[in-house]
């Protein structure tokens, strides 16, 4: 049975993260075409990608600190011969 939209907001406002949202928002597809967005549903989600986001980054930055070290010790070598003529 369709249950009004502002019960099923109703319920959504009183249920706690995790299962119960899911489950409305389930409710609001079938029923509304529009369900309840991602965080309300996983509240855990936006956390998870900043660490995921900040490992990478921090992999990233060792990657491009090492060829930056590696192309200056290439260049430093002759730049010490040139100054030291």
Same mark, same amino acid.
Do not use: N, W
């Given at each position: $049975? +369709?249950?009004?939209y502002a019960e099923? $907001? /109703?319920?959504? %406002?009183k249920a *706690?993260? #995790?299962k !119960?949202?899911?489950e &409305? /928002?389930? !409710?609001l +597809?079938?029923?509304? /075409?529009s #369900? &309840?967005?991602l965080? $309300?549903?996983? *509240? +855990?989600? *936006?956390?998870?990608?900043?660490?995921i986001?900040l490992?990478?980054? &921090?992999? &990233? =930055? %060792?990657?491009l600190t090492g @060829?930056? =070290? @590696? !192309?200056?010790a +290439?260049v430093l *070598?002759?730049?010490?011969q =040139?100054?030291t003529r």
């Amino acid at each position: $049975m +369709k249950r009004p939209y502002a019960e099923i $907001m /109703h319920d959504v %406002a009183k249920a *706690p993260y #995790g299962k !119960e949202r899911r489950e &409305l /928002h389930r !409710e609001l +597809k079938k029923y509304y /075409h529009s #369900g &309840l967005p991602l965080f $309300m549903r996983y *509240p +855990k989600v *936006p956390s998870t990608c900043f660490i995921i986001y900040l490992v990478v980054s &921090l992999i &990233l =930055l %060792a990657i491009l600190t090492g @060829l930056i =070290l @590696l !192309e200056f010790a +290439k260049v430093l *070598p002759p730049m010490i011969q =040139l100054l030291t003529r």
